[in-house]
């Protein structure tokens, strides 16, 4: 596999003039993060998404992040006012998406909905719009080929928090043209980020070696060797990871990391991938972390306490 790391970001340069208009499919954790900072850098963004009332928690969630950003004085108000201005909201992808130089697609991590989706994309968006998913682990060649533009469709992967995390991994289908991954990697560095990029496998780079890591965090909690928070101390205080890898779990969502794994497990056929029995559980249990307000913690909102889940509260 080939990976390229590439040179770090120019800061103030403002958008690429190639893209005027960035559309943002989807306006969960990670679509209203990237509406964020594309319409901070100065792109007009048309967020897009099914359901209004999801628009309108998106756009106050938005709005939250950008007033911490200008408290932190990383940003005037007036910039603030400005960057929330050039973020338009709507539900119909049609209208999003007649005039968009640049499609960013955060919908549901789910294969058949993302081949639906661009299915349609490919035949709203003018022929040179470049198509990019944010997907964690689905095919970015398998998503081309739903298209009548292979060439110009690529993965472009933001982390959680997108306004906070440098990465941009970037990855390659089979057909992407060279130039279509340029412009992505010049997008990139204009927002601020580090642009990786990698070639199309399961998992790409960042979740092949961070979901095996959670999968061991779990069965090392599963055969009792040490109990949710002395396994996450060990990562945090022992290898300087911001969060440990159970909270990282319960923060990305249970049911992302097995859908995440099982790609792994399918793609290279090997049972090291094989998703610990304890975390395929959890996830029909319906306590899929922060989202629930369950996983391995007990989250209460509002509060910032990391409090160990009942059921892992006992000394192992
Ligand atoms: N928007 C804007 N700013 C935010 C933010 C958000 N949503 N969340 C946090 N921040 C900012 C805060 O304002 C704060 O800024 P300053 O330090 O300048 O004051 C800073 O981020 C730190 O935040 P907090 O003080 O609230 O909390 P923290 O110090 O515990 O950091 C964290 C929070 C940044 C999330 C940190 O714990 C962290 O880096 N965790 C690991 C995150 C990670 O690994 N993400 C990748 C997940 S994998 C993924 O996304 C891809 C996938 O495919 C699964």
Do not use: W
């Amino acid at each position: 596999m080939n990976m390229e790391a590439t040179s770090p970001p120019v800061s103030g340069h403002g958008p690429d003039p190639s893209i005027q208009q960035v559309t943002v499919v989807g306006c969960g954790t990670m679509g209203n993060g990237i509406a964020q900072v594309f319409a901070t850098c100065g792109y007009q963004v048309e967020l897009v998404d099914l359901s209004a009332p999801a628009l309108e928690k998106a756009i106050n969630t938005i709005a939250r992040n950008l007033d911490r950003v200008v408290a932190k004085g990383s940003l005037d108000q007036e910039s603030r006012d400005a960057a929330l201005a050039r973020i338009h909201t709507g539900t119909s992808l049609a209208a999003a998406a007649q005039t968009a130089d640049l499609v960013v697609e955060a919908a549901t991590e789910n294969r058949q909905i993302k081949l639906e989706l661009f299915r349609q994309l490919d035949q709203l968006c003018p022929p040179p719009c470049i198509l990019a998913t944010n997907t964690s682990s689905i095919s970015i060649t398998d998503i081309a080929g739903a298209t009548g533009r292979p060439s110009k469709v690529i993965g472009m992967h933001f982390m959680n928090p997108v306004p906070v995390m440098k990465l941009v991994e970037i990855i390659k289908g089979y057909n992407t043209d060279p130039g279509v991954t340029a412009t992505i990697v010049e997008v990139s560095r204009r927002l601020g980020k580090i642009p990786v990029e990698a070639n199309d496998y399961p998992g790409f780079v960042a979740n092949r070696i961070l979901m095996p890591m959670i999968n061991e965090a779990v069965h090392t909690l599963f055969e009792g060797v040490a109990g949710v928070a002395e396994i996450d101390t060990v990562m945090k205080l022992g290898m300087a990871h911001p969060m440990g890898p159970l909270q990282l779990a319960d923060f990305i969502g249970l049911d992302v990391c097995l859908a995440i794994l099982r790609v792994l497990h399918e793609g290279f056929g090997q049972p090291k991938y094989a998703p610990c029995p304890l975390l395929v559980k959890m996830v029909s249990s319906g306590n899929l972390g922060v989202k629930t307000g369950k996983g391995f913690y007990a989250y209460q909102a509002g509060s910032k306490d990391l409090v160990v889940a009942p059921e892992f509260s006992g000394s192992v």
